[in-house]
């Protein structure tokens, strides 16, 4: 088991280099590979181009690249490029990731390769360069002592094949604010209206307070702040947004929450406020920032994504039915090293229980005993003890659990894994908190 934040690990991975694996295979086929240096503004101008292009977004300019610039150092930007092709500079895949903290059950950060940026143009898709890099990637992220890899997803269908699992799922809401009705609680604190840079003032601090109370959380990633609150130069529509803050009745600000109305040119008193953002470190800044955002005159509609599955909003207004709301994956997890995983999280219940995992790249397989509880710790085993629960299951199934998100009894029915035991496993499992990512990366 490797120590859990190993300091460095960000920055050693950030500067690594290439899996020589890696650098065979795309050399194999006729193409460079290549890490983006973070001073490189012409390498990192082209890039840029590249993962636009693979988004479907527009041409970039002069504005986007230096913002750009600025905000993408801390990531490691792998390039693939085709020097036969007339525009040799943009490369014909891209590749990000940096090192993040991902929020467990039990309230620890677990260091974890982040993953974004994920692009194969249409000229060179489907020969395998997702695959190759992936793992070549992922081979270095545990080699440098990473236990788990992350990343959200465009389509569900990529990542599962490379061990990844959908940890932590995302609710959208849509709540029709007539019929809705505030039955919640009514704190004393005040709402005040502040600039949006007042806002991202505030926003870091308390989102670090938040994020480790919540299992599926990471910190927000460079840049992340100044696109929600619009505040760096090739922000779009910036003006829209407003924020307001919760302060309690003792004077402290515990929550904001950043949104944008939309207009109903039908029927004014119809418009809609879509929530970007809300952050609230205390019960009552949670209940007092959604009354406001749904006490609004004029406003017919609220709309909100990434929440938890398990909101206690639900049972702050009189009519359920007010709010539609839909889910879907989110936070993906992908576990690199099992012993330091499991054991850095938090155990309701005292058991022991082994795994026999399997790993599309076998980074992660082999047996483990976990023994779960107050101490949690993992032993590598050749084969599982007689008398122990075993579970049979692939790495991402595992990735799945870790955050309590799905049961192993669901899983167990899915015929996603093979145990003697489904409900034990659950239980061992459990968690008090429902996963979840309050943010795309
Ligand atoms: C997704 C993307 C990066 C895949 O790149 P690629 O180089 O074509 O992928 P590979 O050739 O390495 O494919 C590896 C495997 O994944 C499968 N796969 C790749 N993309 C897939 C997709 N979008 N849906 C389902 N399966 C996919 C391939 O069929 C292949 O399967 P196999 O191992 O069973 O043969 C590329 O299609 C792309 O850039 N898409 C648009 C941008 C995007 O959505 N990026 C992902 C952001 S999270």
Not at 82 to 96: K, R, Y
Not at 191 to 196: A, K, P, S
Not at 200 to 208: G, I, V
Request: proline residues 5%.
């Amino acid at each position: 088991m490797t120590e859990l934040h190993r300091p460095n690990l960000a920055h050693d991975f950030h500067s690594a280099p290439i899996d020589a694996d890696l650098r065979a295979s795309i050399e194999g086929q006729a193409l460079g590979i290549h890490r983006v240096a973070d001073d490189d503004r012409t390498g990192t101008d082209r890039w840029l181009d590249a993962v636009s292009r693979g988004f479907l977004d527009p041409e970039r300019g002069e504005k986007d690249y230096e913002a750009f610039f600025e905000r993408a150092v801390y990531r490691r930007k792998l390039g693939v490029t085709d020097a036969t092709g007339p525009d040799a500079a943009v490369p014909v895949a891209t590749f990000g990731s940096w090192g993040a903290d991902l929020t467990v059950p039990g309230g620890t950060t677990v260091p974890a390769c982040a993953i974004s940026s994920v692009t194969v143009a249409p000229t060179h898709r489907r020969r395998g360069l997702l695959r190759s890099i992936m793992a070549g990637e992922l081979r270095t992220a545990a080699g440098l002592g990473f236990p788990l890899a992350v990343l959200t997803v465009s389509e569900s269908s990529i990542y599962g094949r490379f061990g990844f699992a959908p940890a932590a799922h995302a609710a959208h809401w849509k709540i029709d604010t007539r019929r809705a009705r505030w039955i919640g609680p009514e704190p004393e604190g005040r709402i005040d209206f502040v600039t949006r840079e007042q806002g991202r003032e505030l926003a870091p601090a308390l989102h670090d307070r938040i994020r480790v109370t919540s299992p599926g959380e990471i910190d927000m990633p460079g840049g992340h702040w100044d696109r929600f609150f619009g505040t760096r130069p090739d922000a779009e529509k910036a003006g829209e947004r407003r924020v307001a803050q919760y302060t309690s009745a003792t004077g402290e600000v515990e929550g904001l929450v950043i949104y944008a109305v939309g207009h109903n040119h039908d029927d004014f008193t119809l418009s809609t406020v879509d929530v970007h953002l809300l952050l609230a470190a205390t019960d009552a800044a949670y209940a007092a920032l959604w009354r406001f955002v749904l006490s609004m005159d004029l406003i017919g509609t609220v709309t909100a994504g990434q929440l938890s599955l398990d909101e206690p909003l639900w049972w702050m207004i009189a009519d359920q039915r007010a709010a539609t709301i839909t889910s879907r994956d989110h936070q993906y997890v992908r576990i690199l090293d099992v012993p330091t995983a499991l054991s850095a999280r938090s155990y309701d219940v005292t058991d022991t229980v082994a795994f026999e995992v399997s790993d599309p790249f076998g980074i992660a397989e082999g047996v483990f005993v976990l023994s779960a509880g107050d101490e949690p710790g993992v032993d590598v085993v050749d084969e599982a003890p007689v008398g122990v629960p075993l579970v049979r299951l692939g790495v991402a199934e595992l990735s799945a659990l870790l955050l309590g998100g799905v049961s192993a009894v669901t899983l167990a029915k899915a015929g996603r894994l093979e145990a003697d035991d489904p409900a034990r496993i659950a239980r061992v499992f459990g968690s008090t908190i429902t996963p979840r990512l309050s943010f795309w990366y």
